[in-house]
């Protein structure tokens, strides 16, 4: 009888057979993974969207202000006014989008940052025991790698958030022009130019295209990116600093991991995060609001149409009208919105991992 030729030596057909179901379990575990990280990131994301947004409706009002004669003096004059003139809802002017925006912000964050760790543990050659079948967790990465996969990630998540944020600041500042104005000859209160993020859609596909969604991306993609880095390096960082302080007064044999932190020291970490996410490029966010609303506010000071500043016409815009204080207009209320929000989705996040692993 002939014999079968194979061209793999004796004993190979069954280690190649290994190997690949071997991967096949990679990569359900890594899909299973991700579907978990999309889900937790999206649920804290919409919870940390509700505490955050009147501060958020306040700091874009107080970023697109008009730059030659400013109609709200802080924060706090902001939030008197605003809630004296729309009621406590006037907070919440936009709300759909962003939280949408929330969603997908933070699924894409939370996936990107994991499947970034992935990646650069492949790139470097680090062992991953998270792929043996021991079930380890994935061998650590330093603290300057976690930081470019937060970068990384937050290169996605930018394309995701600059049509959300387009129509979440329009609808945020339509109302400024007429509701605020000291003038008493203005006449009645025209009607607002758009009704929903529906109607803000509309408008710009009908002006622009889909292009149009994409105004102010440069802006949120150096946000985004440098926020990225910043946000998980510095959670990160905080969490590795409270493990080693908990694990020197551990019993002996003890060892203390991430997992073992209470939810307040969780907290903690996620606030210094997100204050180090929105102070470390505001300037850019600034510049990002400017953009995305010129047209609204130049329609409302009965301004023809003009063509859109691109990133650095707007920033030497502002540059000129209010120096370097006009880049961080806003910035405080920014940062401490951030704290409480960023703790929230923290907490949130690493919750759920716990609870469904």
């Not at 802080?74 to 729309?86: A, H, K, M, S, V």
């Not at 940052?113 to 998270?130: G, K, N, S, V």
Request: hydrophobic share 40%; charged share 15%; aromatic share 10%.
């Amino acid at each position: 009888m002939a014999q079968s030729y194979s061209p793999f030596p004796e004993g190979k057909l069954s280690d190649l057979a290994t190997t690949a179901q071997e991967s096949k379990v990679v990569i359900s575990e890594k899909s299973e993974q991700s579907l978990k990280d999309l889900a937790f990131g999206s649920i804290a994301g919409v919870a940390g969207k509700f505490v955050e947004f009147p501060f958020d409706t306040v700091k874009v009002r107080l970023q697109t202000q008009p730059l030659d004669h400013p109609i709200f003096k802080g924060p706090f004059d902001c939030f008197r006014q605003t809630i004296r003139n729309e009621g406590f809802l006037g907070l919440y002017n936009g709300l759909s989008s962003p939280l949408v925006g929330a969603m997908l912000e933070n699924a894409v964050l939370f996936v990107g940052y994991r499947r970034a760790q992935d990646m650069l543990r492949e790139f470097i050659a680090i062992p991953d025991a998270h792929h043996a079948t021991s079930g380890a967790e994935p061998a650590p990465l330093s603290i300057p790698m976690l930081c470019l996969s937060g970068g990384i990630s937050g290169v996605f998540a930018s394309m995701v958030l600059t049509p959300v944020e387009l129509v979440k600041c329009k609808l945020q500042v339509q109302q400024i022009g007429h509701l605020y104005t000291k003038d008493i000859k203005t006449g009645p209160t025209p009607k607002a130019l758009h009704s929903g993020p529906l109607s803000v859609i509309k408008h710009i596909y009908t002006q622009n295209g889909l292009r149009g969604f994409y105004l102010g991306h440069f802006p949120t993609f150096l946000r985004e990116t440098g926020g990225g880095a910043a946000w998980f390096g510095s959670y990160e960082a905080v969490c590795r600093m409270l493990v080693a302080r908990a694990q020197a007064v551990a019993p002996a044999g003890k060892t203390v991991t991430q997992s073992d932190l209470a939810a307040p020291q969780l907290m903690l970490a996620g606030a210094i995060a997100g204050m180090a996410y929105n102070f470390i490029l505001f300037p850019a966010d600034c510049i990002k609001s400017h953009m995305q609303t010129q047209d609204v506010l130049r329609s409302q000071r009965g301004g023809a149409p003009a063509p859109s500043l691109g990133f650095l016409a707007t920033g030497k815009e502002i540059f000129r009208s209010e120096g370097i204080r006009g880049l961080y207009r806003g910035c405080g209320i920014t940062v401490a919105r951030s704290a409480p929000s960023s703790a929230i989705i923290f907490m949130t996040y690493e919750m759920l991992s716990r609870r469904f692993a």
